[in-house]
């Protein structure tokens, strides 16, 4: 492989600006140093905590990313960036969360879906930039990875658009819902709630059964959700049926029609914790995409 300073010099300007660096022989990071290797050092295990490692190499994947300049250029990485073809970084560690899509159906998912912001192409889609950290997971949906915390991604240019703040959109896209419900019937704590009515929703340009009917039927599509996913449901239900009233003077009951989508979650076993987050996002996602 012929050596080029191309990938170090993009490496410093990105430093430069705050965005921890660290090479790629490919699309993945150059493996561990021997005194690494399999995490003999203490590492970091399963890249979920740090661990005791001290090593000046770039070991450990994106717990390597730098903005040091001195460390870019040390003894012990000179050799690996006479191999480097090209740089990744460290999106958490400069604040960011990148939406990764990995083909067209997801690039038009996002479209339909996510606030604008910049985008930056890549061989089959684009990443979607947003400012704001937040935990990473892989496939949330088909053709789409978040990468933010504890993850690198590989720097393709800086992209076009105006960067947008995260939306509480993407962060419901890894909600912890896949919970295994427990056996038998599951007991909820919540307490009994007036139920949406008119008392509720004296702004609602909606009748009172065309509001009834979208709600029974968003709740049964969470309640449909036994084994897993009824948190993500509850999120696309709460901002779909939100997103109907966009238009109403108000007041229109969200808060009872969301107190009844969290029932309906922490029927199949959600957490009420994450049933309110997933309800909530949902419901402010609607109005975040109606502005």
Known sequence: MIATPEPLHVALALAAAGVPVLPLRGKVPFGNCRTCKGNACGGRPNMKAAGPCRCPAPCHAWAAATTAPHVLTSPVWAPVWREAVAVAYHPGGAGLTVVDLDNAAAVTWARETLPATRTVPTTRGEHWLYRGAMPSANAVRPG??????????????????????????????????????????????????????????????????????????????????????????????????????????????????????????VSVGVPETYARRAVANGLEAAVERAA
Request: positive net charge; proline residues 7%; aromatic residues 4%.
């Open 144 to 265: 789409v990875d978040i990468k933010s915390l504890m993850q690198y991604a590989r720097w393709l240019g800086p992209g076009t658009g105006r960067m947008a703040p995260l939306p509480s959109a993407v962060r419901a896209l890894v909600v912890k819902e896949d919970t295994t419900p427990a056996p038998g019937k599951v007991a909820s704590s919540l307490p009994t709630r007036a139920p949406w009515g008119r008392s509720v929703a004296t702004g609602c340009r909606h009748t009172e059964r065309y509001v009834r009917t979208g709600l029974e039927r968003g709740l049964a599509l969470v309640r449909a959700r036994t084994e897993s996913g009824a948190g993500s449901q509850a999120f696309g239900v709460a901002r779909f049926l939100a997103a109907q009233h966009t238009e109403c003077p108000g007041p229109c009951g969200l808060a009872a029609i969301g107190e009844e989508i969290v029932t309906a979650a």
